[in-house]
């Protein structure tokens, strides 16, 4: 099992930037691909950016590709999201997931894939 906690939201204005961290107890952190997800109000949970256990691989959903960077440190259990260019759009809760039992080399896009989820942190872009 996997705990997460997700940290750095915040109020920005558009085109700003700021970068979300997800610290992960529990020895199995390394064995599990990884992502970050979000909601908006009114609106489905949707995916944002996602990393195999390896770390060799990385995916993001249309929308944020570009902007937004995934990465990971096995050795320290934590994962990060830099944002960069952040627009109103991306206004929603964020969410730390963990997706367990995929290849190493795979990475989860679907919601439903995550067993693990953090509280989530709240990033508000202003326009």
């Known amino acids: 099992q996997v705990q997460l906690v997700e940290s750095g939201g915040g109020l920005v204005q558009a085109g700003d930037s700021l970068r979300l961290s997800c610290t992960a107890s529990g020895r199995t952190f390394s064995t599990n691909a990884m992502g970050w997800l979000r909601q908006a109000p009114g609106k489905e949970r949707e995916f944002v950016a996602a990393?195999?256990?390896?770390?060799?691989?990385?995916y993001y959903r249309d929308a944020v590709t570009g902007r937004f960077t995934i990465s990971r440190d096995n050795a320290k259990n934590t994962m990060t999201l830099q944002m960069n260019s952040l627009k109103p759009d991306d206004t929603a809760m964020y969410y730390c997931?963990?997706?367990?039992?995929?290849?190493?080399?795979?990475?989860?896009?679907?919601?439903?894939?995550?067993?693990?989820w953090g509280q989530g942190t709240q990033v508000t872009v202003s326009s």
């Open positions: 990393i195999s256990s390896s770390a060799i691989s990385t």
């Open positions: 997931a963990a997706c367990p039992g995929v290849p190493s080399s795979s990475v989860c896009i679907r919601p439903s894939e995550y067993r693990y």
